[in-house]
């Protein structure tokens, strides 16, 4: 039976690159383990939770046209939490107009432009959107074993199969679904033709495909 492990003690087994900025959403609020990727040093981002609380230092001027609410230097409040995180953070508060969404954000990075600190965790979700997509569409019937690196061999394969077909529909501008495009490629697996042609009405239509355009396996 697999361990249950909480998403932040990932943070213990992560080697950080130095310089790297790492985007991280609300569960990995940790700031004792937050404080050990500062000293690295590399650099976060993340997003706060409800009961969070600072004191405000110094408040720098934004410009409330781009979605910038404010752009704070604090530092946290209460015991443990100056404990575990005893020096300054940056505080950013950004209105998202798309997502009719207010965002606040937590980073150790004061030198990069405050709308570069916010901008990328729309990228960050649209990365979320696409495994969220893996999940929904993601079938794997049997493993063809059970060891822990044959069940993860066949998952990654799986996974890998799974972006090479987004790649491919981005990049023919194809309107079909995902099931559809893994359907016509395991019929047509092995027979020599373009690939966009593979995606026409044409095989549909005319089943009886010439033996010529069948690979040969046994040249």
């Not at 090479?164 to 099931?179: E, H």
């Amino acid at each position: 039976m697999c361990e249950k492990i909480h998403d932040v003690k990932i943070l213990d087994d992560l080697v950080f690159e130095t310089g790297a900025i790492y985007l991280m959403d609300r569960g990995y609020l940790d700031f004792a383990r937050l404080y050990k990727i500062h000293q690295t040093p590399t650099f976060f981002i993340t997003r706060v939770k409800r009961n969070f609380s600072f004191q405000r230092l110094y408040f720098h001027p934004t410009e409330k046209i781009t979605g910038l609410q404010c752009d704070q230097t604090i530092v946290l409040e209460g015991f443990y939490a100056q404990k575990n995180y005893p020096t300054q953070l940056r505080r950013i508060r950004y209105f998202d107009t798309r997502e009719d969404k207010g965002l606040i954000f937590l980073t150790n990075n004061f030198a990069l432009p405050v709308l570069t600190i916010a901008q990328p965790f729309r990228c960050r979700w649209q990365i979320e959107l696409f495994f969220k997509r893996i999940k929904q569409h993601l079938r794997i019937k049997a493993f063809y074993g059970t060891s822990e690196n044959a069940v993860k061999t066949q998952l990654w394969i799986a996974i890998s199969v799974y972006v090479l077909v987004a790649i491919v529909r981005k990049q023919l501008d194809l309107t079909m679904d995902f099931y559809t495009i893994l359907q016509i490629l395991s019929v047509t697996l092995f027979e020599k033709r373009p690939i966009l042609q593979a995606f026409s009405n044409e095989i549909y239509i005319n089943s009886n495909t010439d033996a010529s355009n069948q690979l040969n396996l046994f040249i």
